[in-house]
T-cell receptor, first 109, second 113 residues
Framework: KNEVEQSPQNLTAQEGEFITINCSYS?????LHWLQQHPGGGIVSLFMLSSGKKKHGRLIATINIQEKHSSLHITASHPRDSAVYICAVGTNTGNQFYFGTGTSLTVIP | KAGVTQTPRYLIKTRGQQVTLSCSPI?????VSWYQQTPGQGLQFLFEYFSETQRNKGNFPGRFSGRQFSNSRSEMNVSTLELGDSALYLC????????????FGSGTRLTVV
């Protein structure tokens, strides 16, 4: 059983489309992170959430603590958004981290 | 402000050898955590150090160890390397707890032959 589940695993979109990636978790958390990993390995932390909603440019992340669910939205998607998006949670019982398996996004021009 | 620096970027080792990886956190960050990423298992948490003390540890064998120095730089050591240890090893630094943002390094890609 995975503590963090992401969907979909793979996603292909046309440039300009609105994209949603979902993350569900089963542990008590202190914070949820959305990470972006481009080919070559480098990881960038996009958001850290413990409640509500955050927006950065075309990216929006929301979290529902009661439902243990988070979504990452990309508006007006662009080919440069092509990457693997990973959801990670930090637990509230000792700084353990669990990761989703990632969503591989390809945006076609 | 310099980011998280991991060295070396690439490494090739032979089975049975040991390896040491280094991570220099962002200045002022006291927490350094290490992760292993493989195609089969994805990202997995190895351990976290805070103020020179290991604060938490993932489910990895004792061959994987680490330490943190007084300047917050951290090293990770893997002894008696196995082929399955081939992976991207990432470290991340933060100010303190999971409530603070994490900054990741670019990783060290280890290949065991």
């Amino acid at each position: 059983k995975n503590e963090v589940e992401q969907s979909p695993q793979n996603l292909t979109a046309q440039e300009g489309e609105f994209i949603t990636i979902n993350c569900s978790y089963s542990v008590g958390i202190s914070a949820l992170h959305w990470l972006q990993q481009h080919p070559g390995g480098g990881i960038v932390s996009l958001f850290m959430l413990s409640s509500g909603k955050k927006k950065h440019g075309r990216l929006i992340a929301t979290i529902n603590i009661q439902e243990k669910h988070s979504s990452l939205h990309i508006t007006a998607s662009h080919p440069r958004d092509s990457a693997v998006y990973i959801c990670a949670v930090g637990t509230n019982t000792g700084n353990q981290f669990y990761f989703g398996t990632g969503t591989s996004l390809t945006v076609i021009p | 402000k310099a980011g998280v620096t991991q060295t070396p970027r690439y490494l090739i080792k032979t089975r049975g050898q040991q390896v040491t990886l280094s991570c220099s956190p962002i200045s002022g960050h006291r927490s350094v955590s290490w992760y292993q990423q493989t195609p089969g298992q994805g990202l997995q948490f190895l351990f976290e150090y805070f103020s020179e003390t290991q604060r938490n540890k993932g489910n990895f064998p004792g061959r994987f160890s680490g330490r943190q120095f007084s300047n917050s730089r951290s090293e990770m050591n893997v002894s008696t390397l196995e082929l399955g240890d081939s992976a991207l090893y990432l470290c991340a630094s933060s100010e303190g707890t999971a409530n603070y943002g994490y900054t990741f390094g670019s990783g060290t890609r280890l290949t065991v032959v």
